[in-house]
């Protein structure tokens, strides 16, 4: 631990508040639920106010099972899962044993600075679950936890200068996720009126009516497609002898595919330049292979004949990827077969127009791209930001700053 400014000292989470957690009415019960008790589970938990819940028990329910009502104001926190995920209830409800309910002694701490606390404590939450299947804390290991408590008036300030930074930071947030919604719905937009006819010309934007000179024909009569078979696992090796394998879309990198692994057998095989798609789930992304190398059979190798430039392909799959996918079959996972594939209709205008299309949609791809990157390095840098708010906030640091101004 580290020293605490004058007037602060440290107790632990049970010495400031009284614990408790809820149960589970037995399943299958139906005279346990849809009563009229709200009965919150994890997914209610929102890190703020939870006014209602999405199942409730009877009570019943409530009065058979382990379950406890919990007042108005007590600040509850994900123990399994989701852990360190909060809520403070505003009305009166159970919970399930997955729950956790802190109700604050007044005297000690406040309900906001508590709540402040423990989200200031979630990444360390993390680092201390245990459990083979899925990890967990328990209330042994939170009403032992050490919170620094500076008196009542000062917990009250670092709770609004808390509120004041953390509106602001979520308000920026929110304006870099909603450029980003719009990015890709730009994106969207781009597509569909590139392979419309839409973007440099006149074109009606339906499939069956195209501007002049445009064809929808099949994929199979512009390009050759190969369907990836999976050598046998023997063949494998990561020392380099044989060929370079692809199996899927997992070993697709950031441009090209990442190699992890070669054979020394195959027959089915794409060459440098060729478009991989994924034909097993998830079915539609694509890539460029950089080298020649076996595919498996999560994959496709499709090579454009001379009617169509690559690149046009490429990005006409890229636009169609959502209608691929809609076509994968399969009852464990989604593939789509090589005839459908094959069969799969492309929008094409002469090679010319092809190429300006190309043109556009690769600028104004870099300028968005650009601009997403930005808007992440942004998203990041408000996670780091409220980091380290938190971390002022319950080490003295934010109320110093502040009087120190």
């Not at 990015?183 to 597509?191: D, E, I, V």
């Amino acid at each position: 631990m580290t020293d605490l400014p004058n007037g602060w000292e440290y107790k632990t989470l049970g010495e400031v508040a009284k614990w408790g957690s809820g149960g589970t009415p037995r399943a299958g019960t139906l005279s346990y639920y849809d009563g009229e008790i709200p009965w919150a589970i994890i997914g209610d938990l929102n890190d703020s106010y939870v006014s209602q819940t999405a199942r409730n028990i009877t009570k019943k329910g409530l009065e058979e099972s382990s379950a406890k009502m919990v007042p108005v104001g007590a600040v509850l926190i994900a123990m399994y899962g989701s852990i360190g995920k909060l809520g403070i209830n505003t009305i009166p409800m159970a919970t399930n044993q997955a729950i956790a309910f802190a109700i604050p002694k007044i005297d000690l701490v406040l309900q906001k600075y508590l709540f402040y606390y423990l989200r200031s404590q979630r990444e360390v939450f993390l680092w201390s679950g245990k459990g083979a299947t899925q990890q967990n804390i328990s209330q042994t290991l939170l009403k032992a936890w050490k919170i620094p408590l500076p008196p009542i008036p000062e917990q009250q300030e670092i709770v609004e200068i808390l509120e004041d930074h953390l509106t602001r930071l979520d308000a920026a947030l929110a304006d870099v996720k909603q450029a980003k919604v719009k990015a890709a719905q730009f994106r969207r937009s781009l597509f569909r009126a590139a392979f419309t006819g839409n973007l440099i010309g006149d074109g009606a934007g339906l499939m069956t009516d195209l501007p002049n000179g445009w064809e929808i024909m099949r994929l199979d009569e512009i390009a050759d497609v190969v369907m990836g078979q999976s050598p046998p696992g023997s063949s494998y090796n990561e020392n380099g002898e044989g060929r370079p394998f692809f199996q899927g879309k997992t070993e697709f990198g950031e441009v090209h595919p990442t190699v992890r692994k070669y054979t020394t057998a195959g027959t089915k095989f794409a060459k440098a330049g060729d478009i991989l798609m994924s034909v097993r789930a998830p079915v539609g992304p694509t890539n460029i292979a950089d080298i020649d190398c076996v595919i498996g059979r999560g994959l496709a190798a499709i090579r454009a004949k001379t009617v169509v430039s690559q690149n046009y392909l490429r990005w006409s799959l890229k636009h169609l990827e959502i209608d691929i996918q809609s076509k994968g079959t399969g009852t464990t996972f989604d593939a789509i077969t090589g005839e459908t594939l094959r069969g799969t209709l492309i929008a094409l205008p002469p090679l010319p127009e092809q190429q300006k299309i190309v043109e556009i949609i690769e600028d104004h791809l870099s300028r968005l791209d650009a601009s997403v990157a930005i808007a992440d390095a942004m998203e990041k840098q408000s996670f780091s930001l409220r980091r380290s708010l938190l971390q002022a906030a319950f080490s003295g640091q934010l109320t110093k700053e502040v009087a120190s101004v």
